[in-house]
């Protein structure tokens, strides 16, 4: 199926993580067609040489491989289902792969409509942010079917820099999902540290040392910490998106018959940071969250001096 | 005060750390005076050159420089502050350092009734389990008088890697309390994401080679699974010393008038742990306690074949 790419790519989603992936395969060579709600975000693409599609269902009519990168599952489910959707215009042969982070139930019902239109489809999540996306150094997990998979890896390799397959449709959906939980349990003692920290009168700096290059080190201390010492709580990662991620972790489980204690907890304080209209803050200001029921005013600069 | 090691050193409590660390000074040459509970368990460190006293005030009386390192806060005050403990029989200009990890409250008051008898003390709490004690690349976090610190500083760096004055006394436990606390939440995280990954049918190796090299990656991960996929629950660091930990810095937080929901739902679950008869295993058991609240058989090699 080198044919797929011969007759294009497709490219649906064009944010911030999404324009950053489509421009690697652009500037790769490939020819990519690209669709997303508001023209105006796909700017960027089109001037870089991607040509335009009135609607999922055009692009797939065009192209071997379309790739999704959107927002929420409900978004995810309209484009790939709906009546204007991906699989309304795919070809048989062709192959649809969705990078959202989004539900594993949906990408298996994704597959079941994709194979009864002899469709290939992935799920494909990604790990490693705006960073990864622009550095093209993303982690990729992979589920459906493994001979689908071998076909679009090359893509993967342009994209991303660890691809590994995790299993049948739906499972690289839950291994984001296991991403997702060590990070919002870790995030809940990031902050909660910091703030013992803070209030115990250390010095943030010097006891950060120390607990970094130990037992309690993570990549979310080493890399979050020092932006929050700075009061810098921009995206990164949003946590609107990050409650979308949660939850589905925790309807997965609530399906599963497994009880995720700490991650409903990491979901109750991220909900009270959004309803600190922190939903477009970044993931690391649930520290805001937490010093707010302490009653903490978190100005570590000036406890310094 | 190059006179204090001069006068030999103290060491009180010969545990697994305690008989590693104590070690190391004398394989550094030190004359070492030794007291523990339990004469037995000083067998080896006398075997190796140690003297004996009956008792912390006779250690105290023989050596410019006495280290702890015992259980529990209820042992460190008795062995400082009893009737025959070593501030009674400390001389004038001699140091006490505590390497317990104990309240921080009571390393303040140890402080005081040091500072009374014109005795020096530290608190100098550590972490890398018995690991890093055998192989002196243990992390030392310091509290008190900085000169005090200077003083016994060549000392530390026989028994460790990483030291770090960490402020006034009672600041080397707070700082190990942030560690703690972020261990604690990292611990629930792990858990319940491998546990995830167990119910929802993906292969646990594969899925840990994708997640633990990211944003989702800690030091608990990378070496705490390996040993949980092989159902090692040994410890390593055990439950119930960890419980003391976790009830040193909840009650900590309580006084500065801190919340930690996080650290409080750690302490919460690893007390059903020690009540399922986990206290004398390693902290990566909380696993054990997180499959049986969602009655799971934890059984990865069986779930590979």
Redesign the interface.
Known sequence: MASSFEEGLGWIGTGVMGSAMCGHLLAAGHRVTVYTRTRARAQGLLDGGAEWADGPAEVAARCGVVFMMVGFPADVRELALGQRGVLAGARAGSILVDMTTSE?SLAKEIAVAATDRGVGALDAPV???DV?ARKATL?I?VGGDPDVFEQVRPLFEIIGQ?I????GPG?GQ??K??????????M???C??????Y?????LE??L???S?????????T?YTPRMLKGDFEPGFSVEHFIKDIEI?LA??RR????????A??HE?YLALRAQDGGRKGTQALLLA?AR????TWDPAGSET
């Not at 999902?177 to 870790?186: D, E, F």
């Not at 599963?256 to 991650?263: K, R, V």
Request: charged share 5%; no cysteine.
């Open positions: 594993p790990s490693g942010g990864g982690s997990m660890t590994v397959y995790q299993g499972m839950h291994a999902m296991v991403n997702q939980t060590l990070i919002a349990s870790g809940v003692g990031v909660e540290a910091l703030l013992y920290a209030k115990s009168g250390l010095d010097t006891v040392a120390v607990v290059s130990g037992a309690a080190g993570s990549w979310s201390l890399n972790a997965e489980a599963m018959d497994l009880a995720l204690p700490g991650l907890l990491a304080l937490l029921l302490s009653n903490i």
